[in-house]
């Protein structure tokens, strides 16, 4: 700026301009020109550099949503990890005790409490009464995800006659679920009662439709086949290991675990029904 300001006020006085003063202007000119191409080419590069950055920036946030979405690909549904310890259906012990245990449960001895901590649920607990057999208090469980399979899950509880009957009284309510059967809505301190009650009996119905091939896979050959005719549901029963399991061709599964001496006593209850059905 003040050499443009000295170059100004000599032409304007002198009405010319000094050929040294034009070459130096020149030079300046040059220069200015010269600056301005290195200001573009500096612009350019710190474009450039801005570019490589945010391409660096992108690829790095590309990876990092990719490895996220690979941990989220081995989790399994409902946000649980890999099971280090499997609680799966097939994998039943009968212990010195000569009580089965599956789910890390144990038959007549794990309280409700314990499955909910299994399950990670609480459950729903209801007591059925219907107008033939004795009062059911059972515990439902939804949608459980267990070492990866989806099923739902209704528990037995077992409870003495006077403990059913003082339930039933203390009911906050009453509804019919069917014709002969009614749902009983337990109080608030009864549900408490409930939950430090021990499971007897475990049904679990799985999400996915098992066809035989698979069953026999994972459980192996039952010792008997009882059909119930019409249905086309056939038990498979697995008296050494407390075991049922309904196959339904055009429904879902029903397994049934049992304690070993209740399994008599059931298959006796399922053909009667069968022979009635076929009378």
Same mark, same amino acid.
């Given at each position: 700026?003040?050499?443009? %300001?000295?170059?100004? !006020? ?11 003063? $034009? ?20 612009? $350019? ?7 490589? /950055?945010? @391409? ?44 089965? *245990? ?5 038959? %007549? ?10 399950? #990670?649920? #609480?459950?729903? +607990?209801?007591?059925?009464?219907? *107008? ?5 208090? @059972?515990? /439902?469980? $939804? ?21 059913? #009957? ?18 009983? $809505? ?9 939950? %430090? =009650? ?10 996915? %439709?098992?066809? *035989?091939? =698979? +069953?026999?896979? !994972? ?18 029963? /697995? ?17 049934? /675990?049992?304690?070993?001496? !209740? ?17």
């Amino acid at each position: 700026m003040l050499f443009e %300001n000295c170059y100004k !006020r000599n032409t304007a006085s002198q009405g010319r301009i000094p050929a040294r003063l $034009e070459a130096v202007g020149q030079i300046y000119t040059g220069a200015h020109n010269l600056a301005q191409i290195s200001s573009v080419s500096i612009i $350019e590069k710190i474009i450039l550099v801005s570019d490589l /950055y945010m @391409e660096k920036k992108i690829i790095f946030w590309v990876v990092s949503l990719s490895l996220v979405a690979i941990a989220l690909a081995i989790l399994l549904p409902g946000g649980r990890t890999v099971d280090t310890n499997p609680r799966l259906p097939w994998d039943i012990t009968i212990n010195a005790n000569n009580e089965v *245990e599956v789910f890390d449960l144990t038959l %007549n001895r794990s309280r409700l409490v314990d499955a909910r901590e299994v399950f #990670q649920e #609480q459950g729903e +607990i209801n007591m059925f009464l219907a *107008e033939t057999g004795d009062p059911a208090l @059972e515990a /439902y469980f $939804e949608r459980v995800f267990l070492s990866g399979l989806r099923a739902d899950i209704i528990l037995v509880l077992k409870a003495e006659t006077a403990q059913l #009957q003082g339930l039933f009284n203390r009911g906050s309510r009453i509804s019919r679920t069917s014709g002969t059967i009614h749902k009983v $809505e337990l109080s608030s301190e009864d549900q408490l009662l409930a939950a %430090n =009650l021990p499971i007897e009996l475990i049904n679990y119905v799985p999400a996915a %439709n098992l066809d *035989e091939s =698979l +069953i026999l896979s !994972r459980f192996g050959e039952p010792s008997e086949r009882i059909s119930e005719g019409e249905s086309g549901v056939t038990h498979w029963i /697995y008296p050494h290991k407390g075991l049922s399991i309904g196959v339904n061709p055009e429904g879902k599964e029903l397994i049934q /675990y049992m304690p070993l001496e !209740r399994i008599p006593s059931f298959v006796e209850h399922i053909t009667h029904n069968t022979d009635e059905m076929g009378e």
